[in-house]
């Protein structure tokens, strides 16, 4: 049996092979290094796709010709009296839910929050996802359906590709392994049209938790029609939970077995990024090397994103000396890899000024977020992301609509609609919300070519509607490289250019203001809670002259006032309701903030205490 060191694992409790609740998984324990390491499963046409999985997520670990590794004392420990799976009811599987995504804990170590995607688990999920799809695509007698599966940097993105992969294969469906991955290639290998590579696939997975702890992990769900949406993660997670009611010792580990000769690996990110390279050699007249000349930092935050500078930019001639944090680290030791993080917008930032570069780009950990930065440090994130985006959408499609979420600023519709010339649809939080709306705008004659979000979620029509951090990218990339063929200099200039204009507040605010869920006024559960607040704070806006309530909202309260305006919302998935803030000034801030406290102080099982700190300290 192989050895893993225990010093890898500092306080993770043995995070990776050896958590206690997968103890009844101990044939699959003891065979970790045998079956699953050493004995590769079969590839297909010599397409490799097994980036390193033991270096990417044990970086010290020492790799022996055979598979197995070497230099520790630690052990999985196999206990072979457990006969059945640990007892779960419907509810533990629908707790996993969110929005259009599945998100638990799986890696122990951190107290209070035990482990929820375990390997059954997982490969109950799985299994459920495949009668899902066999529901909808009937395959013809030629093949199996397929299903592929890809990971982010997560330390517990190897483990659960296996679980996910034995729920598919002994499902019936043939299962392409892609290793490390981002988001949009899973969703773009529905689409992809290359028998070589296995492709288009009848459905994908992706392994991710996007910016979540390292302990944290879950499943994005993908067919050609695009993600799959809250009804059907609700379908998926309760038949889930009656497949894994069915689960024995025996029966997993004979389906380990029988599973192994449906999985091949294919490197996808070949094809996928060779997309994002054609891309921009066209919108610059197809030349070879468009980008030639450019000085290009990229940012991944150890994060499936490393891809980009090697793949990507330095094919289209880009100088991308500098970029960081670009080698897969599960444990995230830099920065949390999330554009709309502080810290993380700070680390590009100082890469971008230390390197004299031309443009500085970091996505989050699947890459199906991004931000950039300008050569003077400015930050392109948020509502300036969205400003530049639209501008450049709506150069190539005038008069059309934008579809943001809720909590973009007043500035940002008056430089659509006034200095652009489009239209500005404010909906609702969640991408998948942002997304749908626009889809749907279109479906009744109301043309949307953009659908962004704040959090640098975004996608365009031309692109399938994916959100697609690197694609975003692409088109900031084609707009340098079609400056640069027209014989416009200034570097980042240009897109620094498309955001003149745009009016931002001087103070911009968020607080979020916690439900009590054990409190003895709940009754009724968090949500009922929170749409109790939200009526008063609609009552409190109607009669007070000071503030006017937005004549279109699809999203909790928003009103304006004091030169600002202010939205207070229920989160879409926990008992928080946050309340943004912009104002011309901090005392115009203040009274914005003032008004919602003076409506919702009464309601006692309202953490208000970050909104007082708010007050006060102004």
């Not at 599966?149 to 892609?178: K, T």
């Not at 879950?218 to 939970?241: R, S, V, Y």
């Not at 029988?258 to 891309?279: C, E, F, H, P």
């Amino acid at each position: 049996m192989a050895a893993i060191p225990g010093n890898v694992f500092q306080n993770l409790s043995l995070a990776l092979y050896c958590q206690q609740n997968r103890q009844f998984r101990t044939q699959y324990c003891r065979d970790c290094a045998t079956h699953n390491v050493c004995n590769f499963l079969p590839l297909h046409g010599g397409k490799l796709a097994w980036n390193g999985i033991f270096a990417m997520h044990l970086p010290t670990l020492s790799i022996y010709p055979g598979g197995f590794v070497d230099r520790g004392t630690v052990y999985c420990n196999a206990i072979s009296s457990a006969n059945v799976v640990p007892s779960l009811q419907k509810e533990d599987f629908l707790k996993l839910q969110n929005g259009s995504d599945i998100r638990g804990v799986a890696v122990a170590g951190i107290e209070g929050e035990p482990v929820t995607l375990t390997d059954p688990v997982s490969e109950a999920i799985a299994s459920a996802f495949a009668a899902w799809l066999l529901d909808r695509k009937k395959s013809d007698s030629s093949r199996k359906l397929r299903v592929s599966v890809g990971h982010d940097s997560r330390i517990s993105a190897w483990m659960l590709q296996e679980a996910v992969s034995l729920g598919l294969a002994n499902a019936g469906l043939d299962v392409v392994q892609y290793g490390l991955a981002s988001t949009p290639a899973m969703f773009n290998s529905t689409l992809t049209e290359n028998e070589e590579y296995l492709c288009p696939v009848d459905g994908s997975i992706m392994i991710t938790a996007s910016h979540l702890p390292y302990n944290r992990n879950g499943f994005k769900f993908f067919t050609n029609a695009g993600g799959l949406g809250k009804g059907d993660i609700k379908d998926i997670l309760e038949h889930a939970a009656n497949i894994y009611s069915s689960f024995t010792l025996e029966g997993l580990t004979a389906s380990q077995r029988k599973a192994s000769m449906s999985v091949k690996r294919v490197d996808y990110m070949t094809i996928y990024t060779s997309g994002l390279v054609q891309a921009v050699r066209r919108a610059a007249g197809n030349i070879e090397k468009p980008l030639e000349g450019f000085h290009i930092v990229v940012d991944a935050g150890n994060g499936a994103g490393g891809f980009f500078p090697g793949k990507v930019l330095e094919p289209l001639g880009a100088v991308t000396a500098g970029s960081q944090f670009l080698d897969p680290d599960g444990m995230f030791p830099n920065h949390i890899p999330n554009p709309e993080d502080k810290a993380a917008m700070k680390a590009i930032t100082q890469a971008v000024l230390n390197n004299k570069a031309d443009l500085g780009i970091i996505f989050d950990t699947d890459v199906d977020r991004s931000a950039a930065v300008d050569s003077t440090g400015r930050e392109l994130n948020r509502n300036r992301l969205i400003a530049l985006m639209s501008a450049i959408v709506l150069e190539e499609h005038p008069g059309t609509t934008i579809v943001t979420d809720s909590v973009t600023s007043d500035g940002l519709t008056e430089f659509i609609e006034k200095k652009l010339g489009g239209k500005h649809h404010r909906f609702k939080r969640g991408y998948k919300n942002v997304i749908d709306e626009a889809i749907h705008l279109n479906s009744i004659g109301k043309e949307s070519h953009l659908a962004i979000e704040t959090s640098g979620h975004g996608a365009l029509k031309e692109n399938h509607w994916l959100d697609d951090g690197a694609y975003l990218m692409v088109k900031l990339l084609n707009k340098l490289a079609s400056a640069r063929a027209s014989g416009i200099g200034g570097g980042s200039q240009v897109l620094t250019d498309l955001v003149e204009g745009l009016q931002e507040p001087a103070v911009a605010v968020e607080v979020r203001l916690k439900i009590d869920q054990s409190h003895a006024d709940l009754k009724g559960g968090f949500r009922d809670y929170g749409d109790a607040v939200l009526k008063h704070l609609e009552n409190k806006v109607d009669s007070d002259p000071n503030l006017q309530k937005a004549p279109v909202n699809y999203e909790g309260i928003r009103a304006s006032g004091f030169g600002g305006w202010f939205l207070l919302r229920l989160s879409l998935h926990d008992p928080v309701l946050p309340l943004n803030i912009e104002a011309p000034s901090n005392e115009d801030a203040v009274m914005l903030g003032l008004a919602v406290l003076d409506a919702v102080k009464e309601f006692q099982a309202l953490d208000i205490s970050a909104l007082l700190k708010f007050v006060q300290a102004s």
